[in-house]
């Protein structure tokens, strides 16, 4: 990349509610403007300016060492126009990108086609067509109908020739909502290229929601396991007591389903199954309990690189009678895996190995995600 960047950062973030500037917020356990610097180091553009929240400017410095690029923080201004403006005081390069910092997910082709296009114009901004139809609308009344083939939603990069867009912002005397728009205003046309999905704008908790589901590498595993009631003792299944069945038949304590969540853990971690991790040859687990199992598995994944997201277990047999403990099982659970539990219970309707009652089984599912 041969342009500038200006990466626009000193936005409060007001509207996220998280009482830091916007910039700081994190998905995937970093924040939007690391997010940003990924894709630039991977561009290697001359120069970036991190325009920064004024009191915030030590942070941001601490931020953007590790990147190993050209980078200089500036004091952002009262305005998006002001912060621009004092952003590009620094830039020395023909042609400049701006971008939004809460836009941090945009592609790196973006970048590249919108820097492009600067070949042909003074203005360039990536856009995307617009599904719903949009009215002009005042005081509650509809004014005009506009022709949706012909709108666009403006992303950034927007890319610039830094001397027209330094000479339209010395010379402005009002605030416009974007450099694009400044620029036409001062007779400048404005070249469209497609614009991303991806470069959508960080703004409320659901457009961070929405980032973090779309960050996150998702793993998913399943397991199953089956005892039989043995003719002693008392029923331990799901890390709860049921003092008026007996115990189930195993090396362990035969909780089924603690150990159908232990099979899904390990098989969405990719770390074998129960059997090879606490199997009879390992005889420190001989009779522990099946939190235990799940407390030692937990502790597998992590160290793996993953975390728990949730646990569906669906418990199969005609005794015990899980509906009435159900919200207890699911509290029980939920604390000793420190993640959503759900448990559903069903029988086999008179059909295969459990239509006689001899036993429980338990199949589970587990969603891992990847720990940043």
């Known amino acids: 990349m041969k342009s500038s960047v200006i990466l626009v950062a000193a936005g409060r973030g007001e509207r996220l509610g998280l009482g830091i500037p916007k910039a700081l ?12 610097l990924d894709v630039l180091r991977d561009l290697s553009p001359p120069l970036v300016v991190v325009v920064a929240p004024s009191d915030h400017l030590a942070q941001f410095e601490e931020l953007v060492k590790p990147y190993g690029l050209p980078l200089k923080v500036v004091a952002g201004g009262d305005t998006r126009q002001a912060s621009v403006k004092n952003g590009l005081a620094v830039v020395d390069t023909d042609n400049v990108l701006v971008h939004d910092a809460a836009r941090c997910f945009a592609p790196r082709e973006l970048f590249l086609s919108v820097e492009s296009a600067l070949d042909q114009a003074a203005s360039v901004v990536p856009g995307i067509g617009v599904s719903d139809t949009i009215k002009e609308v005042s005081e509650g ?10 709108l666009a939603a403006v992303q950034t990069p927007q890319g610039f020739q830094v001397s027209a867009l330094r000479s339209a912002i010395n010379a402005a005397t009002v605030d416009f909502t974007d450099e694009a728009g400044l620029m036409e205003a001062f007779g400048h046309k404005t070249c469209v290229v497609a614009g991303s999905d991806r470069a959508f704008k960080v703004t409320t908790p659901a457009d961070l929601d929405r980032a973090e589901v779309g960050q996150a590498n998702f793993r998913t595993g399943i397991g ?18 049921w003092p008026e069945y007996p115990r189930l038949e195993g090396h362990s304590d035969g909780d089924s389903v603690a150990h159908a969540i232990v099979d899904a853990l390990l098989t969405a971690a990719g770390l074998g199954d129960i059997g090879s991790n606490f199997g009879v040859d390992r005889p420190q687990f001989k009779g522990a309990s099946g939190e235990v199992f799940i407390s030692e598995t937990l502790s597998m994944i992590k160290s793996a690189g993953f975390e728990v997201s949730n646990i569906a277990v669906q418990i199969v047999g005609d005794k015990p009678k899980v509906g009435p403990r159900r919200a207890e099982l699911e509290a029980r659970l939920s604390e000793v895996v420190g993640a959503p539990v759900s448990v559903a219970a069903t029988t086999t309707d008179g059909l295969g190995f459990l239509s006689d009652a001899r036993g429980v089984a338990a199949v589970a599912t587990a969603l891992l995600k990847v720990r940043s």
């Not at 009344?141 to 012909?150: D, G």
């Not at 005892?227 to 709860?240: A, I, M, N, R, T």
């Open 141 to 150: 009344w509809v004014e005009k109908t506009l022709e949706r083939a012909k």
């Open 224 to 241: 199953t396991d089956a005892h039989k009631f043995s003719d002693s003792g008392e029923l331990v299944l799901g890390c709860l007591s």
């Open 25 to 36: 917020a994190k998905v995937a356990g970093k924040t939007l403007l690391e997010h940003c």
